[in-house]
């Protein structure tokens, strides 16, 4: 390309910044795009647009970007919209944050409407921060806008997002034209090396090539155009590779399609079958469960993209503290979420483990000659010291996790909690302790407001989840039950729905958290993250236990729903 021998100096770049629908695989639509021309190293022509979705945007997508459904209703076709972006492209180098992102949902967008990609060559900014400045720990775009002392009006719109990329990209450049002459240069210089352990293949590969050409013609005729599970085989059998999507052929068929990343195992597919199911959370569940069973050469790894973060205090420990983490705790414990937000879900747990004088060191307790400065504080009960009875550690610890374990969403219960200790001083004329309690319980107040999620314990909330399929009048029942999905399986009627309702709940603890198996964390992450991501889904507390008329009562409903 000719394009790649001309001087980095004098060339024109085009930043770009897009918004999306927030859905992964083939449901990623483009919903917005913005550009800015880059030339000399100062900003020039400004250019953005929204662009219609087939789907409807989620309420999360809608509070994050400020983009609405009447919005997407009222803008161009992305057959109107991407001819302009591919013009103002042409003899440009696409430059963006997180490049690979933007690249693959702007082709993706392009092949949806039938028009060639530019296929421009393509620099990131986050691979030039990681390079010429070493010393920003953070590279999100906003935090190392700010490290730079680039000045940023917005956020999460692609117009707003494209000129602040810009501007970053113009104060690294220098530092990129002193080290790579040309474009072609830049580019090699940018590139992702991965670092390879001499003698090893890298996981998940299979020897004989990665180019995505099976070793012999596969039919694709037999998979359904519906959700589940589909995996690809060898000529002897064995089970290469295991994915899930809401539309089984379409996807099974991408592997192989022009342009897909090639892996290994593609070169041995002799054949594919598929597990078909009635709803996408269905499929996830599957392919959690089948990924573990099989352990497929082609699968490294279940990934996991989003934000949530869970409370927990593992019971298994002495003297058990609450921390966060982005998974569950397996065994016997007690976790509340899934959260959003990391940072707030961690002050959170610092003011529960003040309120209620919990040990703020790690797991492992050391033991000391004298308090530490939590000790001297009166915020914690200091277990390292030797002398401290575990069942009253326990009694506090239980104080601290009481609003979450009951029936109700723990905001209220908690700041009732802090409410009670509040007045509770005020009795005893500690009014500077009342004081500090009121001051606690508003940013607590605060801390709730932002933290989504359900703030309530696993175990504590028997429930039935219905998941619809996404075209057909038809659900896959879940029984979450324990702290983990105790069954499920396409909804079953009459005798039979009450027979595996009251099995499922007999499994349940008869008092106190569950002991959920490690294997069964995912299976409960992955059914409560979607809740949260789905709150239109039809859930049926158990708690009590619901007879034979409650159950058809909320089929009933949930089916005239459709």
């Keep these: 390309m000719q394009l790649l021998q001309a001087p980095l100096h004098t060339s024109e770049f085009l930043a770009v910044d897009v918004e999306t629908n927030g859905c992964a695989g083939e449901d990623c639509e483009l919903t917005e795009v913005g550009a800015v021309l880059v030339g000399g190293g100062e900003l020039h022509e400004r250019w953005g647009s929204l662009v219609a979705a087939r789907a409807p945007l989620s309420a999360g997508i809608q509070r994050l970007t400020g983009i609405s459904d009447a919005m997407l209703h009222a803008a161009p ?310 002398d401290l009875d575990p069942n009253a550690y326990r009694r506090r610890l239980d104080a601290a996790l009481s609003a979450f374990t009951g029936a109700q969403d723990g905001r209220e219960a908690l700041l009732a909690l802090v409410d009670s200790r509040m007045r509770e001083e005020s009795a005893k004329r500690h009014y500077e302790r009342a004081a500090t309690l009121r001051r606690r319980r508003d940013r607590l107040a605060a801390l709730l407001d932002r933290l989504g999620g359900d703030l309530r314990a696993t175990h504590a909330l028997p429930r039935l989840v219905l998941a619809r399929h996404p075209a057909a009048r038809r659900f896959d029942a879940f029984w979450v039950v324990g702290g983990r999905v105790a069954d499920w399986g396409e909804l079953p009627d009459g005798e039979e729905l009450e027979r595996r309702t009251a099995l499922a709940l007999g499994a349940r603890p008869s008092a106190g958290p569950a002991c959920v198996p490690p294997d069964a964390v995912h299976e409960l992450r992955i059914v409560a993250t979607w809740l949260d991501a789905h709150p239109e889904t039809p859930v049926l507390r158990l708690d009590p236990p619901a007879g034979a008329e409650a159950l058809e009562r909320f089929v009933t409903h949930a089916r005239k729903a459709l």
């Design 77 to 386: 076709e992305p057959a109107d919209v991407l001819p302009e972006l591919a013009a103002r492209l042409r003899g440009r180098v696409l430059v963006a944050h997180s490049a690979r992102f933007d690249r693959g949902v702007l082709a993706g967008a392009f092949a949806r409407a039938g028009l060639p990609w530019p296929d421009p060559p393509v620099l990131c900014t986050v691979a030039m921060a990681r390079r010429f400045a070493p010393l920003v720990r953070r590279r999100a775009l906003g935090p190392l806008a700010a490290a730079l002392g680039i000045e940023r009006d917005g956020a999460h719109r692609a117009l707003v997002d494209a000129e602040t990329c810009a501007r970053v990209f113009c104060a690294l450049f220098p530092k990129l034209c002193a080290n790579a002459p040309t474009v072609g240069e830049a580019v090699e210089l940018l590139a992702p090396r991965r670092r390879r352990r001499a003698g090893r293949r890298p996981p998940g590969r299979l020897r004989g090539g990665g180019a995505p050409t099976p070793a012999a013609p596969l039919d694709f005729a037999t998979l359904p155009d519906g959700p589940g599970v589909y995996l690809f085989r060898d000529g002897s059998g064995r089970v290469l590779y295991v994915g899930k999507s809401k539309r089984l052929r379409t996807r099974a068929r991408s592997h192989f399609a022009p342009g897909a990343e090639a892996a290994g195992w593609t070169a041995h597919a002799a054949l594919v079958d598929h597990r078909e199911t009635a709803s996408e959370l269905g499929a996830l569940v599957l392919e959690n469960r089948l990924i573990k069973e099989l352990r497929p050469p082609g699968n490294v790894a279940l990934k996991r993209s989003d934000a949530y973060v869970y409370l927990r205090a593992r019971l298994d420990i002495a003297y058990p503290i609450l921390e966060v983490a982005s998974q569950p705790a397996p065994g016997r414990a007690v976790n509340v979420g899934p959260l959003r937000g990391q940072h707030v879900a961690r002050e959170l747990a610092d003011h529960l483990t003040s309120l209620f004088a919990l040990r703020h060191c790690g797991r492992r307790l050391p033991r000391r000659d004298h308090p530490s400065a939590y000790g001297q504080m009166g915020r914690c009960l200091s277990p390292c010291l030797g």
